[in-house]
């Protein structure tokens, strides 16, 4: 008995610890992929790479030094999958591509699809870009030069060129058959597209349905009832938004004629709304698009201006302070619960200021229901102002003897929390709409009207009350 209970307590963390790893990268897989490399044995590192999804070995690779990367890249050789280069961060993407063997570049790339393709060479240098295009057919290769003269970050950008598309007319059976005469089709796609005389969209019809109905039905009966079409030069955050928005799985993508030349899948518009949410909370945290992988003079170029930017507002709420100098000499106490004040009404700008940056993100706050939102920060600030000030308050009292120091920190700290809770929400509301992005750019500014309005609150209350 005693050793059954020993055996589950010993099982218990293990099962807990392999819950909280879930799609890690297991330690001793990446050691016996190491090892398989230190001992040259490319039978082996093919044997363990081989179950490993293209994905887990971007990821592989990434979290690998230099040196073990160029080892592992030379080593597996012809077996580098082409969905592997598209799962790799824009940087490692970059380097890895300069290791592998031409003629196993120009394998990998024949295998994806259009819009992968252009999301492999749109960051390359030019001579990059035109060794990987050469590789191709010459009718993907003008496809995917089509798609780089679209705007960055648009729809054209997005899109895959392989539409699988059939006239309006047509029935069920005279579809099937189509499908079956195809020498290719996509590796994946949802919908059959229908399309005028004109090539125009006029409808979506899921695999599902057509398989599910008799070749006699005509497939304008079949259409589903949520259709959009998507503009070449729409961007992409706004294409992340649709699919979102309506439950999309796949969208036509038309040219200025409203004609077909391309579709969106969800695979895509996800990895969008994915960078868009891991780029406003970059932005938000002054760090701009770096990452792990950077190198330390990249890091530290991206990180400088928001520094120095943080810099320039703490000298500018310094200046504050130095107008209440006197004061301050007189009263130390002053010193010790100003930090108090301006931390508090800059956590509390904070996090009306990444409700508003992502309300704004995701189109919910409108120039329909700002002032609601205005007002509900507003009165949360109040609320939480007098909730903290009557805490601050009697901690003012005990700690230093006296009421009026108390009722200094007390209404200080009311004005902070109000203003913090105006400040976090019109601010980004304000940059939005002069066109700056209120990721980038909010969190310096109400830094700043909470650290100056903090201190300004208490120190100048506490000139009148004490002095």
Request: proline share 3%.
């Amino acid at each position: 008995m005693d050793d059954d209970t020993d055996r589950t307590d010993v099982a218990a963390p293990e099962a807990e610890r392999e819950e909280e790893d879930a799609y890690v990268l297991n330690r001793q897989a990446v050691a016996r992929i190491i090892h398989a490399v230190d001992m040259d044995d490319r039978a082996r590192l093919t044997e363990e790479l081989e179950p490993l999804h293209p994905a887990d070995i971007a990821d592989l690779l990434e979290q690998s030094t230099a040196f073990d990367r160029q080892r592992i890249i030379a080593l597996y050789g012809d077996e580098f999958d082409g969905d592997i280069l598209s799962e790799l961060e824009d940087g490692i993407r970059e380097e890895v591509i300069g290791l592998l063997n031409p003629e196993v570049l120009a394998d990998a790339v024949r295998e994806l699809e259009s819009d992968d393709v252009v999301d492999l060479v749109e960051d390359l240098e030019d001579h990059q870009q035109e060794a990987i295009l050469e590789v191709l057919e010459d009718s993907d290769r003008v496809a995917v030069r089509q798609s780089l003269t679209y705007p960055e970050y648009s729809a054209g950008r997005l899109m895959q060129r392989e539409v699988v598309m059939a006239p309006e007319h047509w029935n069920v059976g005279e579809a099937i058959d189509y499908l079956r005469n195809q020498d290719e089709l996509p590796d994946q796609f949802y919908h059959i597209i229908l399309v005028d005389p004109r090539l125009r969209p006029v409808g979506n019809v899921t695999l599902g349905k057509l398989m599910a109905s008799r070749r006699e039905v005509l497939l304008k009966s079949l259409v589903e009832e949520i259709f959009h079409t998507i503009p070449v030069t729409q961007d992409e955050g706004d294409v992340a938004y649709a699919f979102n928005q309506y439950h999309l799985i796949s969208a036509p993508v038309v040219d200025e004629n409203d004609r077909l030349i391309g579709v969106i899948t969800i695979d895509d518009a996800m990895a969008v709304m994915d960078e868009e949410h891991e780029e406003d909370l970059m932005r938000l945290a002054g760090v701009g698009e770096s990452g792990i992988n950077d190198r330390v003079y990249e890091t530290t170029k991206a990180r400088f201006p928001w520094l120095a930017v943080n810099l320039v507002t703490a000298i500018f709420a310094s200046l504050v302070i130095a107008q209440f100098e006197a004061t301050i000499a007189q009263f130390v106490a002053l010193a010790v619960l100003m930090p108090i004040v301006a931390s508090m009404g800059g956590n509390a700008g904070t996090q009306s200021l990444t409700v508003s940056v992502r309300a704004i993100a995701t189109k919910d706050l409108t120039g329909s229901n700002v002032w609601r939102v205005i007002w509900r920060e507003v009165l949360v600030g109040l609320i939480n102002g007098l909730v903290f000030a009557l805490v601050m308050g009697v901690i003012g009292v005990l700690w230093f003897g006296g009421p009026q120091l108390g009722y200094v920190i007390a209404a200080a700290m009311v004005i902070n929390l109000v203003v913090a809770g105006l400040a976090g929400t019109v601010i980004p509301v304000m940059l939005e709409r002069v066109g700056v992005d209120p990721a980038l750019a909010s969190g310096a500014f109400v830094t700043t009207v909470t650290d100056v309005v903090g201190f300004f609150a208490f120190l100048g209350l506490a000139a009148l009350v004490l002095l």
